[in-house]
């Protein structure tokens, strides 16, 4: 089992900043891929950014390329989204998840999910 913890939430003004960090705990080895999804309130669960754990390769949705990084430190098993130029439309609760076959954008490419947190943009 994989324990996954987010941190790094909270509100912030349209243009803001944010970074959230996602700690990864537990049975580790195994894991191929992190990322993020996030869900607003009416909506589906939607992918966001993921990252290969050897850092070879990034994936990102279209609504935040050039907005959004995802980056990881494999030696303390954390993944970072540094969101940047925050919109209205980002604010969602944000979900750390962990993969251990095929990197993707859907849910089913992830075996291990956090609590979420939320993030909220003023506008």
């Known amino acids: 089992q994989v324990h996954l913890v987010e941190s790094g939430g909270g509100l912030v003004q349209a243009g803001g900043s944010l970074r959230l960090s996602c700690a990864a705990s537990?049975?580790?080895?195994?894991?191929?891929?992190m990322g993020w999804f996030r869900q607003a309130p009416g909506k589906e669960r939607e992918f966001v950014a993921a990252i290969t754990w050897d850092g070879s390769s990034t994936h990102y949705a279209d609504s935040v390329k050039g907005r959004f990084t995802i980056s990881g430190d494999n030696y303390k098993r954390t993944v970072y989204l540094q969101m940047n130029s925050l919109k209205y439309e980002d604010t969602a609760v944000y979900y750390c998840?962990?993969?251990?076959?095929?990197?993707?954008?859907?849910?089913?490419?992830?075996?291990?999910w956090g609590q979420g947190t939320q993030v909220t943009v003023s506008s």
């Open positions: 998840n962990a993969g251990e076959t095929r990197v993707g954008p859907r849910t089913s490419d992830y075996d291990y």
């Open positions: 537990g049975r580790t080895f195994n894991v191929d891929h």
